[in-house]
Every structure is written in structure tokens, then in C-alpha cells.
């Protein structure tokens, strides 16, 4: 039996099990991978949003990723929910870290996904204003591809919203500019009849290119875990070694067929958004 590929997730917890590091390992695992999680933060939310917020101390985060990346290694990694500045810190400079020491040893750089998780679906904040500038100065610089929705893409950028996928264009070519390898950005949240997100990357050259993709739209119907399973699933794409847009197209296939199978699954999760149907 081959060896699976490994997911490094550094992610908060989510007690309902629809988001987080419970989505991340459900799609690992769909996608045969074997994942490994440093927990940021531990939640108490359920279907209906989050109650609570505990984030764990810098150095027992930096405790659990040293733990599992040098003894299990990590093909691909996907970072979500950091929550504060000490945490968001020391996730950088433990990855710069690994990174320097494979590029000595002359190893390929490790893939990384972020997901820079601002607020939960519900609206809860899950990342204090002063990470801010720290995410964008220690980790972006490190990134492979960066997943924001079109509300993190406009706090990012400073904008007004984002509600359109023509705007949704310019901002994710836009954050590619500011150095950015890729960006993809989601568009479920967008005023449009389909689900439209779109990937920006830089070639070989340097010039920036473009993939759109579509998906019909489920109406009347929320869902909860879509951006972190997408992320992950892009993650995990990469961990097996695909280009970043075969990774991007597949996650999103997959990420539309759970979503498809939590609207037509029988008997609702709880009583609030749709929790996906991973396998």
C-alpha cells in the first residue's frame, strides 16, 4: 500500500465539527491524506455560530507543530484560525524556520495554503486587529496561495465590498501585485446567479494569469466549514503533488459536490447552517 500523502493543518477547533480543524481532517482524509493538527484555539460553537473563543498559548502551538513536523514531516501545509499576534508570530518564524533549513538541506519548499480566517460565518471575530499587519508582513511573504472570501479580500485591500465578481477579479489581481504567488478568491458570498470564485497566480515570467470557476448556486440553503474545506482540499491536492491550478479545479469539485451532498443529504445537522457531507 503506497504511502499517503501528509497535511500539516494549523487550525482553531471547532466543537460542531462543521469548520476548522474537524472540516480540515474530514477532507484530508476524503482525499487520502494523512493529517497531522496543531490546534490554535479551541471553540465552543455548534450549527448556530460561535459561543466562545480560547486561544491556546504561543509556545504550546509552537510545541504541537515541532512535534509532529519532525517526526511525521508535512508535504503540504494549511494554516486557518490563528487568532492573536504572539500566535501569529511564532507560526512565522517556526515555518521560516523549516523552510531555511530544507532549502540548506536542498529540499523543495513545502506547499502552504492560508486561510486568513478573520471572522466566523456567523460573524464572530476571530482574529485580533493587531495580527493583522503581522499576517500580512511575516506569513504572505512565505505563502504558496493565499484563500480569501470576498469580505477578508476586502479588509485586506481596504476596500468597500466586494459584491461582484468583476470587483472580485480586480482584488484578487490586485493582492497578487502586492507580491502575492496566488490568490483565490471565493465568491460564494457574491451578488451573482452562480457560485463564482477566481484564482490569480504569477507564471514562470512573472505575469499574472487567471482561472474563473463556476458553480450553480443552492438558494435558500447556509452552509458552515466551506472555506476551510476548500483551503484544506486545495492543500491536499498539493500535498499529492499537482500543480497549483489542477489543485485549485479539483478542490473546487469537491468543495461543490459536499456542498451538493449536505442539500441533499436526509436529516439536517443540528438546527442552524448545513454542515458538508464529506465523503
Known sequence: MPILPKLLVIAGSDSGAGAGIQADLKTASA????ATTVITAVTAQNTLGVQTVFSL??????QQAEAV???IGADAIKIGMLGNLSIVTAVANCLLTWLKARKEAGKEKIPIVLDPVFKSSSGHNLLDDSAMAALQKKLFPIVDVLTPNSLEASILLSTGPITRFWQAREAARSL??????????????LEEK???DVLCFKSKEGKICEMNFAASRIENKEFHG????????????LAHGESLPSACQH???????????AAQGSGQIGKG???LHHF
Open 226 to 237: 466551506t472555506g476551510c474545506t476548500l483551503s484544506s482540499a486545495i492543500a491536499a491536492y
Open 31 to 34: 482525499l487520502h491524506c494523512y
Open 57 to 62: 498559548s504561543a509556545e504550546l502551538v509552537i
Open 176 to 189: 497578487c501585485e502586492q507580491g502575492l504567488p496566488a490568490v483565490y478568491l471565493k465568491g460564494g458570498h
Open 194 to 196: 452562480e457560485c463564482l
Open 69 to 71: 513536523y519532525h517526526d
Open 273 to 275: 447552517a448545513l454542515a
Open 251 to 261: 478542490a473546487k469539485e469537491y468543495v461543490t459536490q459536499a456542498i451538493a451532498r
